[in-house]
């Protein structure tokens, strides 16, 4: 395996790549690798002939200096995961590689992009864009893989793909959730929770789907405050948002007919520090149900 800082040489070595005939696949990942990432490279590594992960912990997604700051950062580990997996490359640029001059470019793709996590984190998927379409420019990936932990973020990453032309030159490959056996979703926030909080966080999934049998016999916003009401309940959990939408467009609805593909969105604050979790659950079973 490769490991490449240079935006030249790794476009150098991908064009050697292509000559020889082999398709690209491109995980991209903010670094803190963990098994849900590894999913994705092994994904892309059995369906093409070069897998590029690019290890870089992007600046201008984030709203909050804290949360950067706190972000865990293992390139050594994460190079040896990459490696593990089969991956042949990783790029790890630095901020001035990725922006040799400041990223002035606008994204905005309503709803998609200013409900939930765009309304609750100003700029943070602007900065999700700006991102990923250099990396798609940079590697110009047959493929590129995006776990459904981030599921608001595969769509606008889809919206951003048609915007920039890469539609017909890009797939964006969807891969599930992994998650611990007591639930949690892996995320590479759960290595900042203390053993106590680490103890709680599986309540948020356990919550959820409760919700999915409990939304069977209840109205959209009765389900809603049993969930919010649930996991409020447990001592360290705090529900910042939990939004109950259509799961194409990303719109709340009201009643459960209001769409064939209803999701439950959630994020919420753990411990005392306190660290960001995210989660979701399908409700369309349910709907199907009544």
């Keep these: 395996m490769k490991v490449f800082t240079s935006i030249v040489d790794l476009q150098n070595e991908l064009f050697q790549v292509r000559h020889e005939g082999k398709e690209v696949g491109l995980v991209p990942t ?10 994705l490279i092994k994904r892309s ?21 804290g949360d950067l700051e706190r972000y865990p950062r293992t390139l050594d580990a994460d190079c040896k995961l990459c490696e593990e997996c089969g991956a042949q490359y990783v790029f790890a640029p630095s901020v001035k590689e990725m922006y040799p001059t400041p ?12 409900v939930m996590e765009g309304a609750k984190r100003p700029g943070h998927f602007n900065g999700v864009c700006q991102v990923v379409s250099r990396l798609f420019y940079i590697v110009k990936p047959n493929r590129a893989y995006f776990g459904e932990k981030d599921w608001q973020q ?28 007591d639930g949690l979703a892996k995320s590479s926030r759960n290595t900042l929770l203390a053993p106590d909080e680490r103890a709680i966080a599986p309540h948020i999934y356990e919550a959820l789907k409760k919700s999915v049998d409990y939304a069977k ?47 439950g969105c959630i994020t919420v604050y ?19 149900n009544q």
């Design 30 to 39: 903010m670094g803190a690798l963990h098994e849900g990432h590894a999913s």
């Design 45 to 65: 590594v059995k369906d093409n002939g070069a897998t590029v992960v690019s290890v870089f912990l992007n600046p201008t997604q984030f709203n909050d200096p």
């Design 103 to 114: 990223d002035t470019r606008h994204f905005e793709f309503p709803p998609q992009s200013t």
């Design 154 to 181: 595969i769509a606008v990453v889809k919206r951003l793909v048609s915007y920039i032309g890469y539609d017909k030159i890009t797939k964006i490959v969807e891969c599930p959730i992994v998650r611990d056996a």
């Design 217 to 263: 016999s209840h109205t959209v916003k009765e389900t809603h405050d049993k969930v919010v009401a649930d996991i409020n309940a447990i001592d360290g959990l705090d529900v910042e948002y939990f939004e109950i939408v259509d799961g194409n467009t990303l719109l709340d609805v009201s009643n459960w007919d209001d769409s064939n593909y209803v999701v």
């Design 270 to 288: 753990c411990g005392k520090t306190p660290i960001r979790l995210i989660d979701h659950i399908s409700y369309t079973s349910s709907k199907d």
